[in-house]
């Protein structure tokens, strides 16, 4: 990562002064969308298994009351993790005018999103689905903050569409890119993988913050605890290099930063799910008596579900970026 380490290989040491504030600017809301966004999406992961577990135990009319009554959350992850994205696809957008389509078409969709969710609570607490407008369910004031943020995101709607206003009268500083993927395709190649990595990406990092608080070390198995969290730690970890260093890097060495990247996370996956796999031969109890605060779908299942879908993802991932690194790398030679 030498070459990464060297500022003027970085995209903002081209930059003038208003092209870096732009750039903070949209950094600002990446955080500003990711954060609630994976604490909103760990609580949908919750509400999705215990559903599965009502339906797998007979009991499909508590799964169909729990969705009707956590429909506000659901929206609301949803919307966090559609401001986050369509945000990103701003920044990255190939020209002027499709980042000032994206701001108002994401605009858009996030007043429609934040009116069904604040109307939703409001008839649902007229119609008595809610005892009151402030149960403490999901968090102490649900689902008055559900009411709150569909109100948020009725103004962050109408914000987008006047932003994508001053950037059609007024341009845009900050450089356009072309990002569409390794054979040109966005949803064809990375689109996809990079929705899933990002998914991953917010679950682990809500699951590094609340495996500080509810890995239970009473019975033991610390060192399964441990791998357990850094396995969810490297898929934050992974969308972390990805978004702020090898989207950050110059496009000349793009290529490089992403076998380099690629293959110092292929390495560490790898050893840490080897790792995981044999904490669970050897302590079977461990998920259940140590980590069923952030397992829940092998909690309710007894099985390893986590292996499967981490594993997966942890290990494809940076296969995935090698692949891509050595295209790019290929295409630059060919241009040169």
């Given at each position: 990562m030498a070459a990464y380490l060297t500022r003027n290989d970085r995209i903002k040491s081209e930059l003038g002064k208003d092209a870096r504030r732009e750039r903070r600017f949209y950094m600002f809301f990446s955080i500003l969308a990711f954060v609630p966004g994976a604490f909103a999406l760990w609580e949908i992961n919750y509400e999705l298994w215990n559903m599965i577990g009502s339906v797998a135990s007979n009991s499909p009319d508590m799964a169909?009351?729990?969705?009707?009554?956590?429909?506000?959350?659901?929206?609301?992850?949803?919307?966090?993790?559609?401001?986050?994205?369509?945000?990103?696809?701003?920044?990255?957008?190939?020209?002027?005018?499709?980042?000032?389509?994206?701001?108002?078409?994401?605009?858009?969709?996030?007043?429609?999103?934040?009116?069904?969710?604040?109307?939703?609570?409001?008839?649902?607490?007229?119609?008595?689905?809610?005892?009151?407008?402030?149960?403490?369910?999901?968090?102490?004031?649900?689902?008055?903050?559900?009411?709150?943020?569909?109100?948020?995101?009725?103004?962050?709607?109408?914000?987008?569409?006047?932003?994508?206003?001053?950037?059609?009268?007024?341009?845009?500083?900050?450089?356009?890119?072309?990002?569409?993927?390794?054979?040109?395709?966005?949803?064809?190649?990375?689109?996809?993988?990079?929705?899933?990595?990002?998914?991953?990406?917010?679950?682990?990092?809500?699951?590094?913050?609340?495996?500080?608080?509810?890995?239970?070390?009473?019975?033991?198995?610390?060192?399964?605890g441990i791998v357990l969290w850094l396995n969810y730690f490297t898929a934050f970890a992974m969308y972390f290099a990805y978004k702020y260093i090898f989207c950050e890097t110059k496009p000349g060495i793009r290529g490089t930063t992403a076998v380099k990247l690629g293959s110092i996370f292929l390495i560490i996956n790898v050893i840490l799910f080897a790792l995981h796999l044999i904490t669970v031969q050897i302590w079977n109890e461990a998920p259940d008596v140590v980590a069923f605060g952030i397992l829940p779908a092998d909690f309710l299942t007894s099985m390893n579900i986590f292996a499967v879908f981490y594993g997966v993802n942890n290990i494809l991932a940076p296969i995935i970026a090698i692949a891509r690194g050595l295209v790019m790398e290929k295409k630059n030679r060919s241009i040169a």
């Open positions: 169909l009351t729990q969705t009707v009554r956590m429909l506000p959350l659901y929206l609301t992850g949803a919307s966090f993790i559609f401001f986050l994205i369509y945000t990103n696809g701003a920044y990255r957008a190939k020209n002027v005018k499709a980042r000032a389509s994206k701001w108002c078409a994401g605009g858009i969709v996030m007043i429609v999103l934040g009116m069904i969710t604040a109307a939703y609570v409001g008839i649902g607490v007229a119609l008595g689905e809610y005892d009151r407008l402030i149960e403490g369910y999901v968090s102490p004031l649900f689902p008055l903050d559900m009411l709150l943020a569909g109100v948020i995101f009725i103004g962050v709607g109408f914000l987008s569409i006047r932003y994508s206003k001053v950037i059609g009268e007024k341009g845009s500083a900050l450089p356009c890119v072309d990002d569409r993927g390794l054979f040109g395709w966005r949803l064809r190649t990375f689109g996809l993988l990079r929705a899933l990595c990002l998914l991953m990406a917010m679950i682990g990092f809500a699951a590094c913050f609340w495996g500080i608080f509810v890995l239970d070390f009473a019975h033991g198995c610390l060192m399964y």
